[in-house]
């Protein structure tokens, strides 16, 4: 059972353009982390939110945790090519950020 | 400084063979946790080991099994390679045991024929 559902599957957009993806759960989670993973690499975190509400912004991208902290979103204005990549969701329970439950990702296509 | 290397990237293994992957951590950081990452389960937590002794362990059988050494490198073991084992195993080290920042490895690309 997969307790952390990212959408889209596959995106595949121009380069300029804005887009959004999502993290969702029926669990609670005392974090919730961002990942890039690029094709041969693995993930590399993007960034950490972890009070309900909290919005992050990192340049270009821009993260937000639920309310009730069981789903997240990723918000990414004027991709780039840079930007391609598998991106991942990965949520923590308290005390413990090594069992994480981690989404199967969203895997982006900025296209020139 | 340099990333977390892992070794070798890729291999070809047949069904029941056993295998054995490197990891080496980024100088200075203790811990290092192992993940088995397919396209249909995504990232799986193996385990982690933090100053020689396994610390976190997850839901998988006993044919994986994993080491550290005194200079934090690790390696991972997986005995009588089934099908489903192939997979991506990643690597990742932190300073510390437990909440700190994971930095991964680019992977080992496992196929079992």
């Known amino acids: 059972t997969q307790l952390l559902e990212q959408s889209p599957q596959f995106l595949s957009i121009q380069e300029g353009e804005n887009l959004t993806v999502y993290c969702n759960s029926s669990?609670?989670?005392?974090?919730l982390q961002w990942y890039r993973q690029e094709p041969g690499e693995g993930p590399v975190l993007l960034v950490t939110?972890?009070?309900g509400g909290e919005v992050k912004k990192l340049k270009r991208l821009t993260f937000q945790f639920g309310d009730a902290r069981k789903d997240s979103s990723l918000h990414i204005t004027a991709a780039q090519t840079g930007d391609t990549g598998l991106y991942l969701c990965?949520?923590?329970?308290?005390?413990?950020?090594?069992?994480?439950?981690w989404g199967l990702g969203t895997s982006l296509a900025v296209n020139p | 400084k340099a990333g977390v290397t892992q070794t070798p990237r890729y291999l070809i293994k047949t069904r029941g063979q056993q295998v054995t992957l490197s990891c080496s951590p980024i100088?200075?950081?203790?811990?290092v946790s192992w993940y088995q990452q397919t396209p249909g389960q995504g990232l799986q937590f193996l385990f982690e080991?933090?100053?020689?002794?396994?610390?976190n362990k997850g839901n998988f059988p006993g044919r994986f099994s994993g080491r550290q050494f005194s200079n934090s490198r690790s390696e991972m073991n997986v005995s009588t390679l089934e099908l489903g084992d192939s997979a991506l195993y990643l690597c990742?080290?932190?300073?510390?045991?437990?909440?700190?920042?994971?930095?991964f490895g680019p992977g080992t690309r496992l196929t079992v024929l």
């Open positions: 990965a949520g923590a329970y308290a005390g413990n950020n090594r069992k994480l439950i």
């Open positions: 100088s200075g950081h203790r811990s």
């Open positions: 939110v972890v009070t």
């Open positions: 080991y933090f100053s020689e002794t396994q610390r």
């Open positions: 669990s609670v989670f005392s974090s």
């Open positions: 990742a080290s932190s300073l510390e045991l437990g909440t700190d920042t994971q930095y």
